[in-house]
């Protein structure tokens, strides 16, 4: 049933890139999200589209980690008010990060967002794109508006974000505007060191290099990287946004993890809180 549904309005959805809030001459936003189950997931979705409702000729591609769409995810799209793609594929075991690990062990997020990019090209050759631009936009980061005006600028670059080791990383730009390296402390010798919600990609670039993906099995900090050189791009094609990379636009917030131990001990004591009802 849900799944009809879902079909229901995911075709209705796909009507709207051509239509529903269509404005003349500005680019698409193509935005592909991948998102897992955890406490805080339904939270997330809500604040990126507290963002995304402002966006002009936006469409969300959201991608879950799983081995079926769930329906939280399907019920909060169809309700999201968001024209909207609900995609799933689960991470291959041998990537997923075990619950020992420490986060940065394994890239997390890259089949889905790879499975973004395949929807998009496929969807190009069926010819029900409109131009624009890619952005990856994960859940966890907090996005302000401005970085949306200049993604509908048609770039390959966006602006600079902050990072929890530093107060932010930006790419260094030359007095004559071209991008030279690196802001950050961490690896600056990565070719492309920048994080995923640093940059957007002209569609027209994807579908010219149909081969082009995120390398799953990259070195930690390089995922960015794999799928920048696979789009043979090399730094003097970025086009430094947000006033040569000097404004920040976009947080990796990381909302914190709740802890759940009074719930814990409800469990324990067979009187778990009310499952039906959604968090
Ligand atoms: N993600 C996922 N599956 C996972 C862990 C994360 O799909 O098992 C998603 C997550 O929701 C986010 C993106 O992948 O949109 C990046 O994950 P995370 O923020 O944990 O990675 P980091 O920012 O630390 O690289
Ligand atoms: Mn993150």
């Not at 709207?16 to 935005?31: R, T, W």
């Not at 469409?59 to 995609?87: A, M, R, Y």
């Not at 401005?146 to 966006?158: G, T």
Request: include cysteine; hydrophobic fraction near 35%.
């Amino acid at each position: 049933m849900l799944k009809a549904k879902l079909k229901h309005y995911e075709d209705l959805s796909e009507k709207s890139i051509q239509s529903k809030g269509e404005v003349n001459n500005l680019p698409f936003i193509y935005a592909i999200t991948p998102t897992f189950t955890r406490p805080v997931q339904k939270a997330e979705l809500v604040r990126l589209t507290l963002a995304f409702l402002h966006v002009k000729n936006f469409h969300w591609i959201v991608v879950e980690d799983s081995t079926e769409k769930t329906d939280l995810v399907g019920n909060f799209l169809q309700d999201c008010g968001l024209p909207f793609t609900h995609l799933h594929v689960k991470t291959n075991e041998q990537f997923q990060l075990k619950s020992t690990d420490p986060n940065w062990k394994q890239p997390r997020g890259v089949d889905q967002r790879n499975a973004g990019i395949e929807w998009l090209l496929k969807a190009h050759r069926e010819e029900k794109l409109k131009p624009g631009v890619v952005y990856f936009a994960d859940d966890d980061n907090t996005y302000s508006l401005q970085l949306f005006r200049e993604a509908h600028k048609k770039s390959i670059r966006l602006a600079s974000w902050s990072c929890w080791r530093l107060r932010f990383e930006r790419p260094i730009v030359s007095s004559s505007g071209k991008v030279t390296g690196w802001y950050t402390v961490w690896d600056p010798s990565r070719p492309f060191a920048m994080d995923m919600a640093g940059f957007a990609i002209n569609l027209s670039l994807l579908t010219s290099h149909p081969e082009a993906r995120f390398d799953i099995r990259s070195r930690r900090g390089y995922v960015e990287s794999s799928l920048l050189t696979s789009l043979g791009v090399t730094l003097s094609d970025l086009e430094p946004k947000a006033d040569n990379c000097s404004k920040v636009y976009v947080w990796h917030t990381r909302t914190e993890k709740p802890n759940w131990k009074q719930e814990v001990k409800l469990i324990a004591a067979g009187r778990p809180s009310d499952p039906r009802i959604e968090v």
